[in-house]
């Protein structure tokens, strides 16, 4: 099947940094894509020029296998992470006023029913809460029916139960075969959502695939957890081990042997956890622990 | 033409849903027109204000005068067409008559002093002398017709002409320029000043004002309502949301022009009526001419809002231009007082200020009668600089 977006070689120069370093994906359609990646990695970047709102340096991006042009807005929906819309406009003015910018709109009654907005149309859009906010911001994006959709971090700043709600949101436009460009900083948001991941890094991609695939990939095994005051690892320990404030981990492909080994150094096993690598693992692992500038 | 009309609604419902700014709009002219009315009724200012003919000829030594250049025919003709009676003064006058200022029905004579021989140097004396007296504004005059108007709306209390023969215009309906007349008199003149009268209704100064205060008010409408709004919304990242939807700048600029202008032109209407109930001020002109005039000063105005707001997202540096803007059109157009009499360089820097041209269109119209022909020139500057700022916008525009 033609991809439905890609971008070839993209690369962004700013005067005195590279923010994006001849980046390539493909993204085919009905899929729920997943960029991820640390602060400052270009992600943003890239992004921008995928929607068409930044010009790339070098490379190009492509729709249904043609450059961007001047229509590519119009198939096209877009949700920011943070924005602000025209003060004391109500929700459903909002709507309105961004439907009358395209051609072909879904009515303003089937948005706000998919994006549970009923409730509030007649209020001031300022007025709303973080969760009903976001998925205004949905519903912007979603007024012209788009085949492609970017999500910008859509949950930062959620609590978990308006979390919840959004990704069943999201869970419902992926149903309608809709191709998503997510971004985010949450694993968990990507694990649940994306049939695929892009992992940045200083503006490259560094690894890509299923989250699956990914994890099978770079963990073979899993984690055992165990108090940090029940085990001090020594220096000849024969598996990887990662330390943190509370407790100790060890990453290992035969569980039975590691137990063994354990017991027959008189550890205690009280409190012992198992624990599958998740994408926040992959992530740490990818781009290391160190606090970036 | 959907998306123009949203954008256009949507901005009339942020203006007119936000009750504070709504209420400043409205209230800021009448604050200023009462405002007004007490810091200017106060101590300071010249008590009279004099067109002089010649000024400089009659500062400078004697005789000089005689040798300004001669009168234009047109001076002539206006005078004639003023109903004025030089050529029928009485070449020596039978003295200072209160009876016969009163009615200002008759030319007043000057009376005979001693000094000068020559009758028309005599004159000169007599205003060489009158020049000596305080409180009084002396504008060197070049345009005569102009001059006679201002002398026929009170504006000017007296206009002498300094040049042979020497001549002064008065209004014989102004007080100021009844008192002007007898120190005119008591400057001792040996000759006769031949002196014509100006028939016509007084213009105080309220109704000279309120062109300025409502062109005025205009100015921040258009310049805080546009330049602000626009980098508001840059700082909030809603031109970015607009970027990323298929609406190009040239729908949402004109969205903004159409919705301040017809905000703005509203506000103006509603002010001009409100105040005229109140004041019963004079108009001269057509109310045609006069929408006309503001419509497109409002648009020029916008223009510059928009040119001004075309790149940054700092508010207070778009402040800081919005200052730099309006504080020298709110001294230099003319808003408050003339600008006539001040440095030549000041007179020629408002040139380049909208509002100078706004208000001066307004108030020909308005006090002068003037009509749509006679304002083209304003209204030419205008949508010159309209021009001006519309491209400078359009190329420094940016959406983020």
């Not at chain 1, 994906?25 to 921008?48: D, H, M, Q, R, Y």
């Not at chain 2, 509203?266 to 009526?273: C, K």
């Amino acid at each position: 099947m033609p991809a439905l977006l890609e971008a070839r070689d993209l690369v962004k120069r700013y005067p005195k940094v590279t923010a994006v370093d001849g980046v390539s994906l493909s993204i085919e359609e009905g899929v729920c894509f997943g960029l991820l990646g640390p602060n400052g990695a270009g992600k943003t970047t890239t992004v921008e020029m995928m929607e068409g709102l930044t010009g790339p340096s070098d490379g190009k991006v492509l729709f249904r296998g043609q450059p961007l042009d001047r229509h590519f807005k119009q198939e096209v929906g877009i949700q920011f992470q943070s924005t602000t819309l025209q003060d004391f406009l109500t929700t459903r003015e909002c709507l309105e006023l961004f439907a009358s910018f395209y051609k072909r709109t879904l009515p303003i009654a089937e948005v706000m029913r998919m994006c549970s907005l009923e409730g509030f149309a007649e209020q001031d859009n300022r007025k709303l809460s973080g969760g009903q906010r976001q998925r205004l911001y949905l519903g912007l994006a979603l007024v012209n029916d788009p085949q492609l959709l970017f999500l910008d971090e859509p949950t930062t700043g959620l609590d978990p139960q308006a979390r919840q709600n959004f990704w069943a949101l999201i869970r419902s436009i992926k149903a309608q075969r809709k191709t998503i460009v997510l971004t985010t900083h949450y694993m968990e948001e990507a694990y649940a959502l994306c049939d695929e991941i892009a992992i940045m890094d200083r503006g490259r991609i560094i690894a890509q695939g299923t989250p699956e695939a990914l994890l099978l990939e770079h963990f073979e095994g899993v984690w055992l957890e165990l108090p940090r005051a029940a085990f001090a690892p020594p220096a000849d320990f024969p598996w990887k081990v990662h330390t943190s404030e509370q407790t100790v981990g060890i990453h290992t492909a035969n569980v039975n042997e590691t137990l063994r080994h354990l017991m027959e150094r008189q550890v205690s096993l009280e409190g012992l956890r198992v624990k599958s690598p998740t994408l926040d693992d992959l992530f740490l692992e990818l781009t290391g622990r160190e606090l970036r500038a | 033409m959907r998306a123009f009309y949203a954008l256009f609604v949507a901005r009339n419902k942020e203006f007119l849903r936000d009750r504070g700014t709504l209420a400043w709009n409205f209230l800021f002219p009448f604050v200023a027109v009462a405002a007004i009315a007490v810091v200017f009724s106060g101590n300071g200012r010249p008590l009279y204000k004099v067109g002089v003919i010649g000024l400089d000829a009659l500062r400078g030594p004697p005789a000089a005068a005689a040798s300004a250049p001669a009168l234009p025919a047109q001076t002539a003709a206006a005078a004639a067409s003023l109903g004025a009676v030089a050529p029928s003064a009485p070449a020596v006058p039978p003295g200072p008559s209160a009876s016969a200022s009163a009615d200002g029905s008759a030319p007043l004579p000057i009376p005979p002093t001693a000094g000068a021989t020559d009758p028309a140097e005599r004159s000169r004396d007599a205003m060489r002398a009158f020049l000596q007296t305080r409180y009084v504004q002396w504008v060197a005059v070049d345009d005569v017709g102009a001059a006679q108007d201002r002398v026929r709306h009170h504006a000017y209390d007296l206009l002498l002409d300094a040049r042979d023969p020497p001549r002064y215009w008065v209004n014989p309906s102004n007080p100021k320029g009844y008192v002007l007349e007898r120190v005119l008199w008591g400057g001792g003149a040996s000759g006769s000043i031949p002196r014509d009268l100006l028939e016509g209704r007084e213009i105080r100064y309220i109704d000279w004002l309120l062109p300025g205060v409502l062109a005025m008010n205009m100015m921040f409408s258009c310049l805080w309502g546009v330049g602000y709004v626009i980098v508001r919304y840059r700082k909030g990242l809603i031109l970015r949301r607009l970027k990323a939807s298929p609406i190009m700048a040239v729908q949402f600029i004109c969205a903004q022009i159409a919705s301040r202008l017809v905000l703005v032109m509203f506000v103006t209407a509603v002010l001009f009526f409100g105040l005229d109930l109140m004041l019963h001020f004079y108009r001269a002109g057509s109310l045609l001419d006069l929408f006309i005039v503001f419509a497109v000063g409002g648009i020029c105005l916008i223009a510059m809002g928009i040119c001004m707001a075309a790149r940054t997202s700092n508010q207070e540096l778009a402040g800081g231009l919005l200052n730099l803007a309006t504080w020298p059109m709110m001294f230099l157009s003319g808003i408050w007082f003339t600008l006539e009499g001040s440095d030549p360089w000041l007179i020629q820097l408002s040139r380049f200020l909208p509002l100078t041209h706004l208000i001066d269109a307004a108030r020909k119209i308005m006090v002068d009668g003037a009509t749509l022909a006679g304002v083209l020139p304003e209204i030419g500057w205008m949508a010159a600089m309209t021009a001006v700022f519309l491209a400078v916008g359009a190329l420094l525009f940016r959406w983020e």
